[in-house]
């Protein structure tokens, strides 16, 4: 059974930092990339951040390049985002997502999300 499960979600103060976690079983985890999306009251969900299946390239959304990092344990199967500086923009539901293969091939697998809140 495939499970992706997202943790370290928290309300936090603007300037604040957060480190999200999102343990993965049952399928081989070093053969998918991994990724970061956010879904914000009313807005689509978006990529925040994607990492390679070695970990060997990242890519950020424009609006956290600076701010947030990408990182994975391809032994402990899992996946972070380490996410500083934190703005109220940044307040949504982080989804974390595995994707092996391109397009109509590739197979998806989807997190339940966690809640990050920045707020004072």
């Known amino acids: 059974q495939v499970q992706l499960v997202e943790s370290g979600g928290d309300l936090v103060q603007p300037g604040g930092s957060l480190r999200l976690s999102c343990a993965a079983s049952?399928?081989?985890?070093?053969?998918?990339?991994m990724s970061w999306y956010r879904q914000a009251p009313g807005k689509e969900r978006e990529l925040v951040a994607v990492i390679s299946s070695t970990g060997g390239s990242t890519n950020y959304a424009d609006s956290v390049k600076g701010r947030f990092t990408i990182s994975r344990d391809n032994a402990q199967n899992t996946v972070y985002l380490q996410m500083n500086s934190l703005k109220p923009e940044d307040t949504a539901v982080y989804y974390c997502?595995?994707?092996?293969?391109?397009?109509?091939?590739?197979?998806?697998?989807w997190g339940q999300g966690t809640q990050v809140t920045v707020s004072s």
């Open positions: 997502n595995a994707r092996q293969g391109i397009g109509s091939f590739s197979t998806v697998y």
């Open positions: 049952g399928f081989t985890f070093s053969r998918y990339a």
